[in-house]
């Protein structure tokens, strides 16, 4: 939440209600970042993946998202893994 309406965390804790601030975690997990330019490279990440996958060569492996977004730390876990951790 730090810099939400250009404020610090002490402010926000200050101004935002509990119910507010669920709300707001509730957002970003549907729509993720409200940072623009982690919005903006994600976008182009995605772009990326399509057409390098699409025009990579025969038995070269797919590349992931994860490969062309510099400043976003690939997850520990894929989604298969935790599925089988969790059963």
């Known amino acids: ?16 209600s509990y ?30 993946t399509l057409y390098a996958n699409a025009h990579r060569k025969k038995g070269a492996e797919p590349l992931s998202i994860h490969d062309f977004m510099l400043h976003e730390d690939e997850p520990e876990l894929t989604l298969e893994q935790a599925m089988e951790a969790w059963q």
């Open 1 to 16: 939440m730090c810099g939400i309406g250009g404020r610090t965390i002490a402010e926000a804790q200050q101004r935002l």
């Open 19 to 48: 119910d507010e601030f669920c709300r707001w975690v509730a957002f970003r997990r549907r729509r993720g970042s409200l940072h623009w330019g982690m919005r903006i490279e994600r976008s182009i990440a995605q772009l990326s």
